[in-house]
Each structure stands twice: as structure tokens, then as C-alpha cells.
């Protein structure tokens, strides 16, 4: 073991854990709404604790002595907000990908995914017992027809699952999925093609009220299953698989990581639940607009700053449109280095490196919450310039700082 660690030292790629350090603005967590530290949200929950006079612990396992009337109503409550049949709690995303992606998929099924999928989806598709797993290029709507078309040929007793996230934790980017649902449908059928969305990062994020991405575009009947996680924007921890009542029985009958897990706790339900009537009541809809306001200003600036640093343009690749997200990925050879100094300038950024992400793409990643603030924003481009001018072989133009960057916007 001792050998392998060593390699990834000698290659930069060691993994470490890390502690934030207290009062540095948040730009890299995924509490997006930053209900973590709402107080309504908080405030809620303690209500909740106190008025439902839950124990602490769930017991056991869901099919032993976990299970309950409020973790079943709970699911009930949250699988009518995104408007799915029925639903079945997790106590990870995780757990849930690898649990639907290892059983759910029969002997001569065939999964198809998005290149860029979550680490989980493959943990739970090396298990499976599908005929074929098979990748198609990252949000290429053309490339899924490629690899659709080159399955439509086998027997109709093959199903075939498509695999995509609404929002990629990466890079931002959101999901062509109305024209993936499209070109399933035209080519496989609705029969056959079964679309599974994975909306961990939109989940409060898309759509009204914060029901997601398949809600926003109204696919609800047209997906197969859908993955909610409250453990970004939702402040919580624990999943939620949306479905038909089929798919939730099946999958309490042989998902081993649901099957062979103590349940979630009742104070993590009573979250779950807090954070799902404030969504329910409208409390997070203002939050969910300065997110989006943010994203806005953030990109602005990101493209002022490409046209007014020489330095910028060449040391960092930006997003060439604005995300719909509020995660950014700025790219560049050195992360490490960009990330430490604005870690030093009182900003929590996380450099993302292979092989999290693919060798080349190495990049800082950026999130931005409803409790940041412009000025929060303005400083942080502030500083990746500065960081750009200082580096050798750049010297800054005299009279386009920051200041320049925040007159235009």
C-alpha cells in the first residue's frame, strides 16, 4: 500500500484530507442555498425534533427495524414534491447509484453513460450483470444516437438504460435532456429506453421551488428513475430514488446496500424533512434567484477580465457561456498554486486534479451560494487576476486592475 501512496506523491495526485480554516468565504462547498446555516431552516428543524418526539437512532436496517411510518411518509411527501409515483430513501447518493446500477439491469441489458458520470454509477455498474456497459461522449446528443443505434439491433427482450446527470459536478454544465429523452424515444422506444437522472447537484437548485431539472422541463412520465441527494443544497445528508412503486419494491428486495445498512437516523429524516417544506413553502425561491444572480455576475466578470488581462487569457480557460449552475471550472496547468493563493487571500477554493478529473483538465473549482455576496464575487476576480499578473513572464497593464472589472459589469 505503502509503494502505491508513494507513487501518487511522486506524481502530485496524493489525496489528503484538509480542515477549512475559520472566517475564509466559502467558494467550494456544495450548500449552494446556504441553508447550512439558516436560521429559519435551523430553527424549523428544532421545531420538528421537538414536535415529532423521534428517538435517535433508526434501529437496523430498513427491512429489519429501521424502517417507520415517518421515514414512509417522508417519502411519500418528498416523491409528490418532484412528482414521481412513488419514492425510496437512501442514506447516501452513493449508495443509492451503486444499489440501482448493481441489481436493476438484467442478464443481456445493455447501460449506456454519459463519459462523465459519478464515480458511484461505476462502482454499481462494474457490479451489474448488464450484457454491456458502454459510454458515449459527454453531452453529445450525437453521439448517444451513435451508440443507441448500434443496440437498437438487439433482441426486444433487451432493455437499455441510459444514464446522465441533470447538473455535472465538474464542470457545471447541464444536461441536454429533453433532446436525450427525445432521441431515445425515437430511436429504442419508451419500452425499451429507460432514462435514469442523476440530479444531485440540481436538486433546490432547477427548477420551480427547486424541484430539479426533470421537473423544470416537465419529463417527470418520461424518465425512469430519478436521484435526489440532500446532502448539497438541501443542507441534510440521505437520497432519494424516484420511480415507479415496481422499481421501489424491487429495489428494497435486492439493492444489497439498501438491503445490508442500519437507516438513516431520525434526526437526519427530520432534515429531510425540514428542508423539504421550506422548499415546499416558497422559503428558498429568493435564495434560489441570488444564486442564479450570482452565476451571472460571476461569468461577467470572468469574460471582463479575459478582455482586459493578457496574463488571464493565456494562464486560465473559462466557461464560454454562462453555467445554469453555480459550479465553474476554471482550468489551467497550475491548480495547485492558484488555489493556495487564494487560499492565503481568506477564499476556500479546491483544485481538482486527475485523477478525479481527466489529465489535462486540471482545474480550480469554483461554487458560488446564495449567502455570497457581489462584493465577495468582485474580490475573487480580483485576486485570479492578480494571481495572473504576478506570474513570470506577465506584468500587469497599468489602470486595468479590478476596479476596471467591477465598471463594467
Known sequence: ????????????????????KPGQTDFSSNDFLSLSTNLRLKEAYVTELRASNLPLGSGGSRLLDGNSTYAESLERDVASFHGAEAGLLWNSGFDA??????????????????????????????LSRAAQTVPFVHNSVADLRRVLQGVAELPSTCNVFIAVESIYSMDGDVAPLQMIVNTVNETLG?????????????????????????????????????????????????????????????LINYARPLIYTTFLSYPSLALIRSSYELLRSGGAVSLQSQLHQLTELLFKALQQLHIISAAARSLLSIPSACPQS????????????????????GMMVRAVVSPTVPRGTERVRICLHAGNTVEEVESLVGALQEWCERQPGHEEVEGRGPEQIRARL
Open 326 to 345: 453555480p459550479i465553474f471550472a476554471v482550468q489551467l496547468r497550475q491548480p495547485r498554486d492558484l488555489a493556495g493563493y487564494l487560499q492565503d487571500k
Open 1 to 20: 500500500m505503502q509503494y502505491l501512496l508513494d507513487e501518487r506523491q511522486k506524481k502530485s495526485t496524493l489525496r489528503n484530507l484538509t480542515l477549512p
Open 97 to 126: 447509484n451503486a444499489g440501482f446500477f448493481s441489481c436493476v439491469p438484467q442478464p443481456g441489458d445493455v447501460i449506456i453513460f454519459d463519459e462523465l458520470v459519478h464515480a458511484s454509477v461505476h462502482d454499481g455498474m462494474r
Open 190 to 250: 419508451a419500452e425499451r429506453g429507460h432514462v435514469i437522472v442523476d440530479e444531485a447537484h440540481s436538486t433546490g437548485v432547477l427548477g420551480f421551488e427547486g424541484r430539479g431539472l426533470v421537473c423544470e422541463l416537465g419529463l417527470e412520465k418520461e424518465v425512469f428513475a430519478r436521484l435526489h441527494t440532500f446532502g448539497k443544497a438541501l443542507a441534510g445528508n440521505g437520497a432519494i430514488l424516484l420511480g415507479s412503486q415496481t422499481l421501489r419494491h424491487y
